[in-house]
């Protein structure tokens, strides 16, 4: 039987994800629908017939036509509804944030070990893109050898007016934290940020900024974010090992070479980046849904994101390194 999914948040995130859900008929179908905003959510239902829509997300979660959730709400509403699957054993997947502190993130935790079982999947979507599956890959099998070094790099064309400093640690730089966590296959332990002389084409941000993570093995990984570069939207990572070095390659399937110049091209934001990753993602989380069994990024990873941007915002605010101390790790991660 096809996985009946309740989505909680219809803004730009939901949007995607209720296509990429509808993609997948046979495997789930979507019955429910909530929003802060109810008149975004009867929008969405009038164009999907026999969408239910519910009046807050808790009413979604108890809802008797919805097996697993979907969570794209406000980052601060992400607890609570996590909170609320967990507690009715509904699987649910949870846009980064898990939670917007490290206290709310322990709680989610710690209720799903008493749960006994994995029922959370955090969209770090990084994991699912095929070049990043394949670095990982080649750290793991021990092409270049014991990793020494991660280098990333996240450069936005330009940001919204809304766009915040903070937020290029909490929203930007933390899917660069989580993919440093699973290349290296290990934990942060101290942070220091470093802040350059300000772009003049972001106003007032902080930006670009430097964040030195410094892994509990010995390893060190270099974040760069910048969101106003200005000549497109450019990810870009590479792992020094003791034998070798395995970079990521150019995005663009061709070079181009003209006139006495080669040129390839810059993708134009993230959703031509990283739009099939974000398709395998949510794929993934049916089949392990209609499956039981969970596979994708765990709360504990969600935690341990939490835990290092918290560090890193502090680091940035009294200019000196920040330890990161985190709770052990419980077994139902390992």
């Known amino acids: 039987m096809a996985v009946r999914v309740g989505v909680v948040g219809v803004g730009m995130i939901g949007k995607e994800h209720l296509r990429r859900l509808q993609r997948l008929s046979g495997l789930c179908e979507v019955t429910a629908v909530s929003d802060a905003d109810i008149s975004a959510a009867q ?24 097996d697993a959730v979907l969570v794209t709400s406000k980052g601060s509403t992400h607890a609570e509804y996590v909170l609320a699957a967990i507690a009715a054993r509904k699987p649910v997947f949870c846009e980064k944030p898990l939670a917007t502190t490290q206290q709310d993130c322990q709680r989610i935790v710690d209720a799903e070990v008493a749960c006994g079982r994995r029922l959370v999947q955090v969209g770090f979507m990084r994991r699912y893109d095929a070049a990043y599956q394949s670095l990982r890959k080649l750290v793991a099998d021990g092409t270049i050898g014991r990793p020494l070094i991660f280098y990333s790099a996240h450069r936005n064309p330009s940001v919204p007016a809304s766009y915040t400093s903070d937020m290029a640690i909490h929203d930007t730089a933390v899917h660069d934290i989580d993919v440093a966590r699973w290349l290296l296959g290990d934990e942060v332990v101290g942070i220091t940020v470093a802040t350059p002389r300000r772009n003049s084409r972001g106003g007032t941000l902080r930006d670009p900024i430097l964040i030195q993570m410094e892994m509990s093995e010995g390893a060190v990984a270099n974040i760069e974010v910048s969101v106003n570069a200005a000549y497109g939207y450019d990810i870009r990572g590479e792992i020094v090992g003791e034998t ?52 994708g990024p765990s709360s504990w990873d969600g935690y341990a994101a939490t835990v290092a941007t918290g560090a890193a915002l502090e680091a940035v605010t009294i200019r000196r390194r920040v330890s990161v101390t985190m709770a052990g790790r419980p077994n139902l991660y390992t």
């Not at 929008?43 to 919805?66: H, K, N, T, W």
């Not at 006495?260 to 091209?265: A, L, Q």
Request: proline letters at 7%; glycine letters at 10%.
């Open 244 to 295: 070798g070095v395995a970079t990521l390659a150019e995005s663009n399937p061709v070079v181009v070479k003209h006139n006495g110049n080669f040129c390839g091209h810059v993708p134009g934001d993230w959703r031509e980046r990283f739009n099939p990753a974000f398709d395998r993602e949510i794929e993934d989380w049916v089949r392990s849904v209609a499956g039981d069994s969970a596979t």
């Open 43 to 66: 929008a969405m239902a009038v164009e999907r017939p026999g969408v239910a829509v519910y009046p807050s997300g808790l009413d979604l979660i108890g809802a008797r036509d919805v």
